[in-house]
């Protein structure tokens, strides 16, 4: 079985465990949600299915199936205004890589992602980690910010991100 749908199943980004801890943050962050952004919270990661990794160029693009999804069945089209494709952006540009890479801010799920991260306790977050082995992609990953030559246990790398996560938050999250 692929780490993409490994993750979904029983890791990191399990369906039904992430999307309560994103919801609360979401929550916090925003006091109030509306049905369509619940369902696009419940979403927005589905599209790890069968990939081959999560921080690859087919994990990284894993935001385009929910985007596409949302844009179908959340969005009602009314010409090119931004408003359009409200829940369409909304999962897209909750990865940092794909607004990144378009030039756009990342969405109000993006910040309400981190903030989840750094909610969830950290013996639960290396536990569903390395049940799926995605630990390991994520620590040796040097596209974050915490990346180290020096091994640091699972625990401590997870601290540290989540202190970063929080940081975010805290500023606003934006991409350069």
Known sequence: ??????????????????????????LKLYKRINFKELICIIIHDWGYWGKPNLDGEEGERHPEWAAQWAYRHLDVPQGYWEDSFYYQNLCLYHSRFMAKRNGRQPSKLCLADKLSVSMMPTWLWVFL????????EYISNSKYEIFSQSRKSYSEWFRDYKAICKKWVRDGLTVP
């Not at 079985?1 to 979401?26: C, D, E, P």
């Not at 980690?129 to 630990?135: A, R």
């Open 129 to 136: 980690g390395s049940l799926t082995g995605e630990i390991e």
């Open 1 to 26: 079985m692929r780490i993409g749908t490994k993750t979904l199943l029983y890791g990191n980004h399990q369906v039904i465990l992430h999307s309560l801890f994103l919801l609360a943050a979401w």
